[in-house]
């Protein structure tokens, strides 16, 4: 994740209307968000793998993905140091946003991965 930087538009770094204001770029921002896109894409893919190769059909297949998804959220939140507000716009937006985008990509690999393991 790039590190927070100084420029263009401010925050209050403790909430406060205080003169402590940290300054945000919004390239790292941007940066930010595609580096929690990828982290997200690539926990789909191993959930798919691993919901396709131990056989899980019907609803317990479809709740894998939130369980991986609240592990990518436990990644975002270390490589953060819990300090989320820090590297993101809102904590909304860097623990939920993106969450359906890798849906898809969950779904073909869990369907292509069970095809592989239970089928052929």
Not at 8 to 37: W, Y
Not at 59 to 64: A, N, R, T, W
Not at 77 to 103: C, E, I
Request: hydrophobic share 50%; proline share 3%.
């Amino acid at each position: 994740m790039a590190p927070p930087a100084k420029a263009l538009f401010s925050r209050n770094s403790n909430g406060s209307d205080t003169d402590d204001k940290e300054f945000l770029i919004p390239e790292h921002m941007q940066n930010n968000a595609r580096v929690v896109h990828w982290i997200r894409q690539y926990v789909s893919i191993v959930a798919g793998c691993v919901a396709g190769v131990l056989g899980l059909t019907n609803v317990v297949g479809f709740l894998v993905y939130p369980l991986f998804q609240l592990l990518a959220i436990l990644i975002i939140l270390s490589k953060t140091n819990s300090n989320v507000d820090k590297y993101f716009m809102s904590t909304a937006n860097a623990a939920f946003g993106g969450f359906f985008d890798g849906a898809m990509t969950y779904l073909l690999f869990w369907t292509f991965v069970y095809d592989i393991a239970h089928l052929f």
